[in-house]
């Protein structure tokens, strides 16, 4: 029994081999070097030349006028594309969850935006609001308002990646929730019908109780993946006008492999990434994920 059991152990520890390989390769090695070049001048240039200066790339950070303006841009992304793409999510969700004529077609064309490479809807989209020849500003042009800049406005740019980002990826977010409703039994809906409750009382009362951890999990993910923004201001705006889209991934991106300056960059990423782990936190606690898992 006891040499069945260690082959067991040893047939499980390889088929999580090549995932503890790959983590250490491309997630451990990687995060413990950033974190030594941070303490460094370290420049792609010049890589034998690295010395070490101690927390001066962290000080610097905090004076940093480009990298402060990229938090609050991103700031500002989460506290918009939180609300606004798990709401999205959670209503398309409760539009297909229905039986009705259509209803394939409908989860495909929401789904679709998801299988669709990021860097191209973002070029799709650079057409769409084209400030001259734009869809978008012709759309307007029928209700004879004028011509909006979007990207190339510093009060537009941002919140047009928002919704970008939203329309993008609200479908997978739909699937998920679309998961969580089908997994409600529906004797429960019927009590309350049989109780008298109209449909806002069965979704305020019942739905969304019922959806917590599906929505606590969406929530947490979504929270995450705003974080790290970097494709469509990149694609759309190179982090422009006037650094109006700037995201702190982005700006780490460019300090790396466009300035070549690891050492900076490497700052930036372990404070950034630091940030996110505060963040994520604060959020678990203020959505009581802790109090799902433990009942």
Request: glycine share 6%; net charge positive; charged share 10%.
């Amino acid at each position: 029994m006891n040499s069945i059991k260690t082959r067991n152990q040893v047939l499980g520890y390889m088929f999580i081999l090549p995932a503890l390989v790959l983590l250490l390769l491309f997630l451990f090695i990687p995060s413990i070097m950033s974190f030594y070049y941070s303490f460094t001048d370290y420049n792609m240039l010049t890589p034998q030349a690295k010395v070490f200066i101690g927390l001066k790339n962290y000080i610097s950070l905090f004076s940093d006028e480009v990298f402060i303006k990229s938090l609050k841009n991103v700031l500002l992304f989460v506290v918009f594309i939180v609300p606004i793409q798990v709401g999205i999510a959670l209503g398309l969700a409760l539009i297909v969850n229905k039986k009705r004529p259509w209803n394939t077609f409908f989860k495909v064309s929401f789904f679709a935006p998801v299988v669709v490479s990021l860097v191209v809807t973002s070029v799709l989209w650079l057409y769409i609001v084209n400030p001259e020849q734009g869809l978008l500003n012709g759309l307007l042009s029928v209700f004879h308002i004028k011509p909006q800049p979007f990207l190339t406005s510093s009060h537009q740019a941002m919140f047009v990646i928002i919704a970008l980002s939203a329309w993008q990826g609200a479908g997978y977010q739909m699937l998920i929730f679309l998961a969580g409703l089908q997994n409600i039994p529906s004797d429960v809906y019927e009590a309350a019908e049989l109780d008298g409750a109209n449909r806002w009382q069965k979704f305020i009362n019942i739905t969304l109780p019922m959806l917590k951890p599906t929505s606590i999990m969406i929530l947490t993910t979504t929270f995450i993946s705003a974080f790290k923004l970097i494709t469509q201001p990149m694609v759309m705006t190179q982090g422009g006008p006037m650094n109006a889209t700037m995201t702190p991934v982005y700006y780490i991106y460019r300090t790396g492999f466009t300035d070549r300056s690891l050492g900076y960059a490497s700052a930036m990423s372990v404070l950034y990434g630091l940030a996110i782990i505060i963040f994520t936190i604060v959020q678990r606690k203020l959505t009581g994920t802790g109090e799902v898992e433990n009942g």
